[in-house]
């Protein structure tokens, strides 16, 4: 029963992303000549919007309601949370979380073809769980030869040719697209805590996860507020920056 | 004999850091910065706003302004009137080492790795850097042009996502509704906080 209502979202999903697909918009046709060739070269306009946000309506709504949370609830949570946890045990945090991801990294680099990821992923993940206790610590972040970036569903559609579709903004989950959403609830289907029993445990380590990135990134959120002239564009530019330069690697 | 010769070699000039290629420009002013932050002549709190006077010094030549603003702008510096081009580059600047300066005043002893030099012109390059900290590793990369003489930065791109590039969408969705001098006014309240 689970299953088939997964695979219907999944569905009505690819239907509503090739609907956006074909609204691609169109390169400008002004480029500053003055600045020459090389002004092409480095800002092709493809990759640099506008991206599609065809919901900006109703994303503009949810991303003042995100950060009327973020400032107002997240943020004193956060204070008593920091102040309880030291640096180094909340880098433990997310070191345990994300070796833990690493089948759903594996998946997905295999649907990719990409085996040197695969044995990139494999080697840190062995290493860092088994010296590096449990994958409490990231042993293998000083070794270059093992970083790989890390891959996952929403990258493996891209992959196999679909397109982000539009931009959407999720209550308390935060930025996202439609494609990268979709893959998202593919992947957990894969991640190791959504095997964990009982419900309530699962869920409290999840949350444990999400709120611990989430305090990781609140400096970053912070500053980028601070420095933009226009929030919500700033941080659309942000999120499709960061997920393309993913994609390409 | 043997001191005699070391004497020598200690009266010989020290080596000038070459700035020609991109890579050592960009280590030289990295370096500088660094000295500065950890120097233990600035430690006391009291010697923090010289300790940023001379950060800012060496901020001062690092970024190409007009680089900076065209490309910012992209499609939309050919609407800007010249005048409105001299106004807007300072401050773009101003605004670029506000938050270039921001982020260093945060360094807690990470070190920085040179990866690569990609050479892509004679007149264009970037240098791929990373940060390490104990528990992370940070890609920041630098794009540089040569006008004359010196190598110049015109863009910083950390973790995929480009400075410049955050800040064209931005004034991009400002300009679709506003004029120039508006984005102008804006800047100015922006650098004077």
Redesign the interface.
Known sequence: MNKRLLLLCLALCMILLQGCAGKKSSP?M???VA?GQ??E???GEEE????PDQLEGFNRGVFSFNDGFITYVFTPIDTVYTGFFPP?IR?GF??FYRNLGYPVRLINALLQFKFDKMAKETASFALNTFFGVGGLF?IT??M?SL?SSPEDFSQTLAFYGLDSGSYLVLPILGPTTLRDAVGSVADSFAHPLSFVTPDSAKYALIGHDRANSASAKLPAYK?IKE????HY??M???YF??R???E?E | MRILFLFLIMLLPAPAVSQDNPTSYIRANVDKVVNILTSPEYEAETNKTEQLRQIEAVVDNFFDAEELS??SL??Y??IFTPEQKQEFQPLFLKLIKQ?YL?KSITYNGEVVNY?QEII??D??AEVHTTV?S????IPIIY?MIRKDVSWKVY?VSV????LI??????????LQNNSPDK?IA??RD?TNE
Not at chain 1, 227 to 230: H, Q, S, V
Not at chain 2, 165 to 174: G, L, P, T, W
């Open positions: 400008s002004n480029q500053d600045a090389e002004y070269e480095t800002y640099n919007g506008p991206y180094d880098a997310g070191n990231n972040h000083n270059p970083q500053s420095e933009a002239f226009d564009t700033s659309k530019d942000v920056q960061y393309i330069g993913l390409k | 065209k490309r992209g499609q510096w050919r938050v921001k990866n892509k012109s007149t264009l390490t104990p528990d992370l590793n794009y863009d973790e995929n996502v480009s590039k955050n800040y064209r969408s931005q004034f991009r969705s400002i984005l804006t800047l922006k």
